[in-house]
Nanobody
């Protein structure tokens, strides 16, 4: 399984970015996908996840209303639209997936991780 994240960059406070994660080596439409992030000096934290059918989604409280996770099963890609970005959103963002198909609609224990993409929010 390979997960390739892209779309990170430098953005000003209040701006928007869309991250994408292209997956290969798995039957994408049967895997829950998610995003996590790790800010400098902090532990990795959950951002959002989306079930294999693209119906069930969940978000960390601090991202609700600002971030939207979605997926395109035809393109084997999961997205994270980030709006109203704050300096505290600065982090490396990782996409992740379960260790197997149809595990759960929540990504509580990822089995595979992507390499991460850096998001920097400036003042």
């Amino acid at each position: 399984v390979q997960l390739q994240a892209s779309g990170g960059g430098l953005v000003q406070t209040g701006g928007s970015l869309e991250l994408a994660c292209a997956a290969s080596g798995l039957i994408f439409s049967s895997y829950t996908m998610g995003w996590f992030r790790q800010a400098p000096g902090k532990e990795r934290e959950f951002v959002a996840d989306i079930g294999w059918a693209g119906i069930a989604t969940s978000y960390a409280d601090s991202m609700k209303g600002r971030f939207t996770i979605s997926r395109d099963n035809a393109k084997n890609t999961v997205y994270l639209q980030m709006n109203s970005l704050k300096q505290e959103d600065t982090a490396i963002y990782y996409c992740a997936t379960d260790s197997g198909p149809y595990q759960s609609n929540r990504l509580t224990a990822p089995g595979y991780w992507g390499q991460g993409t850096l998001v920097t929010v400036s003042s």
